[in-house]
T-cell receptor
Framework: EAQVTQNPRYLITVTGKKLTVTCSQN?????MSWYRQDPGLGLRQIYY???????DKGDVPEGYKVSRKEKRNFPLILESPSPNQTSLYFC????????????FGPGTRLLVL | AQTVTQSQPEMSVQEAETVTLSCTYD???????LFWYKQPPSRQMILVIR??????QNATENRFSVNFQKAAKSFSLKISDSQLGDAAMYFC???????????FGDGTTLTVKP
């Protein structure tokens, strides 16, 4: 089944404790992206990747890191999480930058205490 | 920077009736894509419909259709014969052609009354 998976789905952590949210797709998609969703603010793009080893900032990259060492994986790293990073996070992918329909993962709900 | 505005935080419709959700956007680009996504209580993001800016014909997917007015930078979603399963948050989104950035509106919560 073609899908985008995220792990973990739910995470409670404390301020300053490094964490990684994984994202994997099995559709051989070139493009991948991370978003956060906060009440009343819609989805805001954190980082995106056009292909392996190619990443770029979205609208809200502060406090986040990403890497794209393999085509299928695009982890989101929070080196020192803070309470303002409490949010619902989505990973998405699309076949190529000209294939504009994005397929979304199920979301990861993060609470930083 | 591109912006997407959904001016209706909440809308309601009677089952079997028609409802229209509004979306306006701001861009200086000529080639881009517009999308409507549905987010039910499960939080899964589901593509409803997409529109390529170079196409003059409005996109249609079963009960869902759009009114795309490029000059006015308007992209509304019409849901016909509304069903209880249509109740969800709906997001309008913009993506420039051949680029990685996407911009979403703040969403419209649609309630369907039986």
């Amino acid at each position: 089944e073609a899908q985008v998976t995220q792990n973990p789905r739910y995470l409670i952590t404390v301020t300053g404790k490094k964490l990684t949210v994984t994202c994997s797709q099995n559709m051989n998609h070139e493009y991948m992206s991370w978003y956060r969703q906060d009440p009343g603010l819609g989805l805001r793009q954190i980082y995106y990747s056009m292909n392996v080893e190619v990443t770029d900032k979205g609208d809200v990259p502060e406090g986040y890191k990403v890497s794209r060492k393999e085509k299928r994986n695009f982890p989101l790293i929070l080196e020192s999480p803070s309470p303002n990073q409490t949010s619902l996070y989505f990973c998405a992918s699309s076949l190529a930058r000209n294939q504009e329909t994005q397929y979304f993962g199920p979301g990861t709900r993060l609470l930083v205490l | 920077a591109q912006t997407v505005t959904q001016s209706q935080p909440e809308m309601s419709v009677q089952e079997a009736e028609t409802v229209t959700l509004s979306c306006t956007y701001d861009t200086s680009e000529s080639d881009y894509y517009l999308f409507w996504y549905k987010q039910p209580p499960s939080r899964q993001m589901i593509l409803v419909i997409r529109q390529e800016a170079y196409k003059q014909q409005n996109a249609t997917e079963n009960r869902f259709s759009v009114n795309f007015q490029k000059a006015a930078k308007s992209f509304s979603l019409k849901i016909s014969d509304s069903q209880l399963g249509d109740a969800a948050m709906y997001f309008c989104a913009y993506r420039r052609f051949n680029a990685g950035k996407s911009t979403f509106g703040d969403g419209t919560t649609l309630t369907v009354k039986p």
